[in-house]
């Protein structure tokens, strides 16, 4: 999913919240760089010169400089299985899943410039490209099994994270999870094009509605 948010974890303490707001401008400082002089101009020091914190800093939390560019929101992925895991028993898994995502992304008109600055960044340079791409598959992965754990609760129960749980997701979570991803990405994609005509959220919520409604061909 990889969704991009300045949003704050539900939780955690000052420190925490520290470290999320460290890291949220070392993310947006890297993007910002990119754009203006191209990714592989950046270094990781004029990242964190632009963050105004420490090289040392910076390795607390990336590995390497193209994480930085790539993963900007690590705990986003977490907040959305929480969500959706926690969702009143009765809604349908897809409609669970659109309350959790929809939650996450409530900044993302906010944020217009990064998305856009980010996406830019990710279509000029190709092997950031497949970086994004690997990281999408994963927090995918990490979704599928989490609506696995949901449907087998199945009972109004609280979704278990014992061992047993955490089967090989079938193939509805696994397609749910990718579905979820692509659109995501669709609508972001959709609504960076037409930021001035229409609201994020009206995109967002119209994607859903056409998965939920079956994809039916659009009236000519």
């Not at 830019?120 to 340079?125: D, E, H, M, P, Q």
């Amino acid at each position: 999913m990889h969704v991009m948010t300045g949003k704050d974890a539900v939780g955690g303490g000052l420190r925490e919240r520290k470290k999320r707001a460290t890291r949220a401008a070392l993310a947006e400082a890297a993007v910002r760089l990119a754009a203006e002089h191209g990714a592989d101009q950046v270094t990781v020091e004029a990242i964190s010169a632009a963050a105004g914190v420490s090289v040392r800093t910076f390795f607390n939390f990336f590995d390497s400089r193209d994480d930085a560019f790539v993963v900007v929101d690590s705990d986003a992925s977490e907040r959305v299985r929480q969500a959706f895991l926690a969702a009143p028993p009765g809604l349908p898994p897809l409609e669970a899943l659109r309350e959790a995502l929809a939650a996450e992304l409530r900044e993302a008109e906010r944020q217009h410039e990064l998305w856009s600055l980010h996406a830019r960044v990710l279509r000029s340079a190709p092997h950031l490209l497949v970086r994004n791409l690997g990281a999408q598959m994963a927090d995918e992965s990490g979704l599928a099994e989490a609506i696995a754990r949901r449907i087998r609760a199945g009972d109004g129960s609280v979704p278990s994270e014992s061992d047993a749980d955490r089967a090989t997701p079938g193939l509805y979570p696994r397609l749910l999870a990718a579905v979820a991803g692509t659109a995501v990405r669709v609508s972001v994609q959709h609504w960076c094009e037409r930021a001035d005509e229409v609201s994020y959220a009206d995109v967002f919520r119209e994607v859903f509605d056409l998965l939920a409604a079956g994809l039916p061909a659009p009236a000519r």
